[in-house]
């Protein structure tokens, strides 16, 4: 179990960009895969990005690709989630997951540990 902090959301125009952040609770954070996920008001939850241990393997959602970049600080107990070129399609709770695992997952059953969440919305 793990404790896990979004934050960074916000109000911003389409085209803007926002870096959120997931900040976690412990010193065994390197031991855990992340993955960002996002879910809209009556929608599902949709995988966004995933990201190993070390960082040194990611994988991004196709309506995110060349737009969103995850990345982790592990010595900070950190993972970012920088996204650029927003559309008003990226509206949503995005959340902060955390599996032990050596390996990313892009399914959200497979993560046991979740945040609170952070809102973000892309106006037009």
């Known amino acids: 179990q793990v404790q896990l902090i979004e934050s960074g959301g916000g109000l911003v125009q389409a085209g803007g960009s926002l870096r959120l952040s997931c900040e976690a609770s412990?010193?065994?954070?390197?031991?855990?895969?992340m993955g960002w996920f996002r879910q809209a008001p009556g929608k599902e939850r949709m995988f966004v990005a995933t990201?190993?241990?070390?960082?040194?393997?990611?994988y991004y959602g196709d309506s995110v690709k060349g737009r969103f970049t995850i990345s982790r600080d592990n010595a900070k107990n950190t993972m970012y989630l920088q996204m650029n070129s927003l559309k008003p399609e990226d509206t949503a709770i995005y959340y902060c997951?955390?599996?032990?695992?050596?390996?990313?997952?892009?399914?959200?059953?497979?993560?046991?540990?979740w945040g609170q969440g952070t809102q973000v919305t892309v106006s037009s």
């Open positions: 997951a955390a599996r032990q695992s050596p390996t990313y997952n892009t399914y959200a059953y497979r993560y046991d540990n």
């Open positions: 990201i190993n241990r070390s960082g040194s393997s990611i």
């Open positions: 412990g010193r065994t954070f390197s031991s855990y895969s």
